[in-house]
Nanobody
Framework: EVQLVESGGGLVQAGGSLRLSCAAS????????IGWFRQAPGKEREGVSCISSSDSNTYYADSEKGRFTISSDNAKNTVYLQMNSLKPEDTAVYYC???????????????????WGQGTQVTVSS
């Protein structure tokens, strides 16, 4: 059974940091790219960042460059998203997902992704 389990969300003040984790199981981790997406109330799901498990190639949506860092621990089948300098507009449910292609422009097309986690809430207070 494929599972993607997010953790690490919570309530943080503006300017603070959080590290999200995505633990994957049930598929060959090295064959997939893992991405982070977020969805705020009333908005469409948007891509944040992704990483190819095979070569650790990373990709970031323009708005997150410099504040967010994605990384992967292939021994643990886990991908992390370090989020710094958080803003109230970062408030959303954050999801991780897996896709059987290299990471890149697919971050802009959520329907292409094969597997999804249940999400973790991130709330940034002003």
């Amino acid at each position: 059974e494929v599972q993607l389990v997010e953790s690490g969300g919570g309530l943080v003040q503006a300017g603070g940091s959080l590290r999200l984790s995505c633990a994957a199981s049930g598929f060959t981790f090295d064959d997939y790219a893992i991405g982070w997406f977020r969805q705020a109330p009333g908005k469409e799901r948007e891509g944040v960042s992704c990483i190819s498990s095979s070569d650790s190639n990373t990709y970031y949506a323009d708005s997150e460059k410099g504040r967010f860092t994605i990384s992967s621990d292939n021994a643990k089948n886990t991908v992390y998203l370090q989020m710094n300098s958080l803003k109230p507009e970062d408030t959303a449910v954050y999801y991780c997902a897996a896709i059987l292609t290299p990471c890149g422009g697919s971050i802009y097309y959520p329907p292409l992704w094969n597997y999804w986690g249940q999400g973790t809430q991130v709330t940034v207070s002003s």
